[in-house]
């Protein structure tokens, strides 16, 4: 794969960049996430397009990403066992901050969680995606000082 990628890494970056706005381009990068996306910052669309465009120069990088990608899936779905761990030893107060709208953590993700740790709260942010923190910056920043 990894060899693959280095082949024709570039040439699928030049498909994602040729799509247009990664975040409001139909089959773009970040409207995979839902939510109001035109609440992203163009600061962050900039960067969203600024990291497609280095991934296109230097597509090892592909490759490395698709690991990581790789290994993040696995946590979540093949072998949850180490993450499980993870959340079980987390002393911190915490809460869940979550959009209504995430396609990719649903509703019964955190109600998993918050069985399983019946001491963190939750708040939901209607309308909000995967991207909550982004769509909501002053919002998240607030609830993660509270």
């Known amino acids: ?8 890494g570039r040439r699928l970056v030049e498909a994602m960049l040729r799509r247009g706005d990664p975040v409001t ?5 970040l409207d995979l996430a839902r939510g109001d996306l035109t609440r992203v910052s163009s600061e962050l669309v900039a960067l969203q397009t600024e990291e497609r465009q280095e991934m296109r120069d230097q597509p090892g ?3 490395d990403a698709i690991v990581a990608f790789g290994s993040l899936v696995s946590a979540m779905y093949v072998d949850r066992r180490p993450a499980l761990d993870a ?3 987390v002393r911190a107060p915490t809460r869940l901050l979550w959009g209504d709208q995430d396609p990719l953590i649903g509703r019964s993700t955190v109600a998993l969680l918050l069985e399983r740790r019946p001491d963190w709260g939750l708040r939901v942010y209607e309308g909000a995606g995967h991207l ?3 769509e909501l ?3 998240f920043a607030e609830a993660v000082a509270a």
Do not use: F, K, W
């Open 1 to 8: 794969m990894r060899g693959t990628l280095c082949l024709y």
């Open 25 to 29: 381009a139909s089959g773009g990068g």
């Open 61 to 63: 990088r592909t490759a």
């Open 87 to 89: 959340i079980d030893r």
């Open 132 to 134: 909550m923190p982004m």
């Open 137 to 139: 910056p002053v919002a």
